[in-house]
């Protein structure tokens, strides 16, 4: 029907309008027993701030209590000196409570009065003299009443903005602030994660000019030689020799290939990947993977490769017998990652390897940390979210 799809829509609107209606009223009557608690509470916060005993408790009360009945306040780690501080501010938001409170419920109760009036004994707040209808004394204080009411309703969400801001401000951090350092954290990152990325292709340009590039130069020598050679036992051990080198030099181009990206991490995922790199290790490895189910590619390739340069720090510096990779959730939504090595300890956390495992980890959030007595073991501890 023509219209109808019009119908439907403003009474999707007026519902969600009614929606929006209800949880402001919700929220205002949560609000409202907040409110009340914390008035209660205020004074007795003021005699604990002054004898100093029981500070921190009734402080995570308090936060606990905002964060339940208005929103959580994001706070540093509480201290003895922090809360006495805030209990000894926090009564003046107590006492205003309690006085918006007394007149919520004062002016209310003669809104009550005044239509109660109304309904019994029919006196609307009018006077009727000699055919002039004036406002009666009734009529004259609603007017202002209502104002009143009106206000003081508005008072129970303005003093539970301010107890949640003065929380904020003598605990914790602002939302501002919070962005703030989360736009330099990221800025940072950023910049980590290029010069991470140039360190990267730096060395893996080092690998190819090192490494295959000369496997290749001896090659082609090899085989200018081979072209040269006079008798069949020299062009022999010629052609033996260019063959050698040849796969040296695929064995080293696929090393390069395998530190750029592992092809068996797409192709048979984490597990394999892992298994590769053990078997292809100069020391012994020993995995115990407790994930269930794969994290995802993205992380999937941040695992391996923080296991990948652990290990491989610790078999060209630390001298280990063996290896230990140890892969597991956290149980806060996120994945442990564990390298130990039995070696002789020591490491450097501000070297280049660890470093740049460093930056890897913190690219994704994530935490990172490194304890390497004299002597060892070696403990390479990384922890990436889920999310």
Not at 37 to 48: C, D, E, P, Q, R
Not at 106 to 112: E, G, K
Not at 139 to 164: C, E, H, M, N
């Amino acid at each position: 029907m023509p219209g109808a799809g019009r119908v439907s829509t403003v009474a999707n609107v007026h519902q969600v309008e009614q929606l929006s209606a209800g949880s402001l009223v919700r929220d205002w009557f949560r609000m409202l027993v907040g409110l009340t608690l914390g008035s209660v509470t205020g004074l007795a916060g003021l005699a604990a701030s002054a004898v100093d005993v029981f500070v921190v408790e009734l402080t995570e009360y308090e936060l606990s209590r905002i964060a339940r009945f208005d929103r959580a306040v994001l706070t540093n780690p509480l201290t003895r000196k922090g809360c006495r501080r805030y209990l000894a501010v926090r009564w003046l938001v107590g006492a205003l409570g309690a006085g918006v409170l007394w007149m919520l419920a004062f002016w209310y109760a003669i809104a009550l009065s005044m239509v109660t009036a109304w309904l019994l004994d029919g006196d609307w707040g009018f006077i009727e003299e000699e055919g002039v209808v004036t406002l009666g004394l009734i009529g004259i204080v609603a007017i202002p009443g209502l104002l009143v009411i009106f206000v003081t309703t508005a008072g129970v969400v303005g003093v539970s903005v301010l107890d949640r801001w003065l929380a904020t401000t003598l605990l914790g951090t602002s939302q501002q602030t919070l962005l703030r350092e989360r736009v330099a954290e990221l800025t940072s990152t950023r910049a980590e994660v290029i010069e991470a990325i140039d360190d990267e292709r730096r060395r893996i340009e080092r690998d190819l000019h090192d490494g295959v590039q000369q496997r290749l130069v001896a090659l082609g020598m090899l085989i200018g030689r081979a072209k040269r050679a006079r008798g069949e036992e020299q062009l022999q051990e010629l052609l033996q020799q260019a063959h050698d080198t040849a796969g040296e030099a695929i064995d080293e181009l696929r090393e390069v290939a395998t530190r750029v990206y592992p092809a068996v991490l797409d192709d048979a995922g984490l597990d394999a990947a892992l298994e590769v790199l053990a078997e292809r290790s100069s020391v012994r490895v020993a995995i115990r993977n407790k994930l269930t189910e794969s994290p995802g590619t993205a992380l999937e390739t941040v695992i391996y490769f923080v296991t990948s340069e652990a290990v491989t720090n610790a078999t060209k510096h630390a001298d280990p017998s063996m290896v230990e990779i140890y892969l597991g959730p956290d149980g806060e939504d996120g994945i442990t990652i564990v390298v130990r090595d039995d070696g002789v300890g020591g490491a450097d956390p501000t070297g280049t390897g660890l470093s740049g495992l460093a930056r890897r980890v913190k690219a994704v959030d994530g935490d990172f940390d490194v304890t390497s007595p004299p002597g060892g073991p070696t403990t390479v501890y990384a922890r990436v979210p889920c999310g």
